[in-house]
Nanobody, 124 residues
Framework: QVQPVESGGGLVQAGGSLTLSCAAS????????MGWFRQAPGKEREFVAA????????YYADSVKGRFTISRDNAKNTVYLRMNSLKPEDTAVYYC?????????????????WGQGTQVTVSS
């Protein structure tokens, strides 16, 4: 079992950058697929990015492709989301999630453990 804890959110101007971190406790972290999701006010939670347990495979939502980069450091039990060229529409609470089946998946239902979220606000 892992418990993800997000950090790194904040207020940034449009065009700026932020890096979110997700520290996950548990000895089996390196075997979990990891994902980032976000939920904007009044909207459903949506997929942002996912990374395989080795870090060798990644997948992105079209809306962030080319701007966001997901990575992981299994020695530190941490997953990162580097966000560049931020837009006001990226404003949301960002959640980190862990999939114990080690899949690379975009489906929220496939993830077993979720963090509490970190707020990202992009001003225009």
């Amino acid at each position: 079992q892992v418990q993800p804890v997000e950090s790194g959110g904040g207020l940034v101007q449009a065009g700026g950058s932020l890096t979110l971190s997700c520290a996950a406790s548990g000895r089996t972290f390196s075997t979990y697929g990891m994902g980032w999701f976000r939920q904007a006010p009044g909207k459903e939670r949506e997929f942002v990015a996912a990374i395989s347990w080795t870090g060798g495979y990644t997948y992105y939502a079209d809306s962030v492709k080319g701007r966001f980069t997901i990575s992981r450091d299994n020695a530190k039990n941490t997953v990162y989301l580097r966000m560049n060229s931020l837009k006001p529409e990226d404003t949301a609470v960002y959640y980190c999630a862990a999939d114990r089946s080690s899949r690379l998946t975009t489906s929220q239902n496939e993830y077993d453990y979720w963090g509490q979220g970190t707020q990202v606000t992009v001003s225009s």
